[in-house]
């Protein structure tokens, strides 16, 4: 089981998290009306070192990273497909009217 995230402050916290670094979501920042942190550090007292780490997720499943996935590859073969398609079929159009 791989470790624990340990980022030293909130910021650093949301941003692994939001980048994907935990392995709890994708690579995609959070709309957030009041990110993590802001509650504490508006009042005068940003989380220590020790809340933002006991605060960091644990990894339960590995990391995987694609630079695309794999259903653009369906919808690629798809596209290829329906274009072989109707090539077939205007080919075969063009055929049947020199034939009559």
């Known amino acids: ?5 340990s980022p030293q402050t909130s910021d650093a916290l949301r941003h692994a998290i ?3 670094e935990t ?3 994708t690579d995609w ?7 993590l942190g802001t509650d504490a550090e508006a009042a005068g007292q940003p989380p220590d ?3 933002v780490e006991a605060a960091a997720p644990r990894r339960t499943v590995p990391i995987r990273r694609t630079h695309f996935p794999a259903s653009v590859l369906i919808y690629v ?8 398609i109707g090539l077939a079929v205007g ?3 063009m055929g049947q009217g020199g034939a009559s």
Do not use: C, F
């Open 1 to 5: 089981m791989a470790g624990k995230i």
């Open 18 to 20: 939001d980048s994907g």
């Open 23 to 25: 392995g709890e979501k």
């Open 29 to 35: 920042p959070d709309p957030a009306a009041a990110p």
């Open 49 to 51: 070192v020790a809340a």
């Open 77 to 84: 073969g798809l596209a290829i497909g329906l274009l072989l």
């Open 91 to 93: 080919i075969w159009a």
